[in-house]
């Protein structure tokens, strides 16, 4: 994804992705239990990843790390991604992916709140992004 001209590491991604989740599970509905676990279990493997990695980079004296990351967050605060709806929905997908579930296409935007003639746009969204959709449903021609 690009932000003002320019290409978003994929740390400054990462960090923007685990904000944006963050903020959506303190502001989620606590009925919609299914989406809110599984939001909860991405934000904590994405922190447990950084802590990782920030560990690392104190054991091997790597403060190059270190920099990249104050850089990631220095440029979020100046910069928005260009298209946070892509981010949005590469936010589902990597959780999806963490608990190997599908989403239907209607689930999907229906919890986008997308209007129904902006699916077109959406379906080649998910076609691009590789979105894990359950096959959806076929019609036999009966004659």
Not at 37 to 53: I, P, T
Not at 68 to 95: C, F, G, S, W, Y
Request: net charge positive; proline share 4%.
């Amino acid at each position: 994804m690009a932000a003002n001209g320019r290409e978003v590491s994929p740390l400054e991604n990462k960090l923007d992705i685990l904000r944006h989740t963050a903020r959506e599970v303190k502001s989620m509905n606590p009925n919609d239990k299914n989406y809110l676990e599984s939001a909860k279990r991405f934000v904590n493997q994405v922190e447990g990843e950084l802590f990782e990695d920030f560990i690392k980079s104190i054991h091997n004296l790597d403060s190059k790390w270190l920099f990249e990351v104050a850089q990631a967050v220095e440029n979020l605060k100046k910069n928005h991604l260009a298209d946070p709806q892509r981010a949005h929905i590469l936010t589902i997908k990597r959780m999806l992916d963490l608990d190997n579930e599908q989403w239907t296409f209607r689930e999907l935007a229906d919890f986008l709140v997308w209007r129904y003639e902006d699916y077109p746009r959406l379906r080649r969204v998910c076609r691009e992004l590789k979105f894990p959709l359950k096959p959806s449903r076929t019609f036999k021609n009966q004659k």
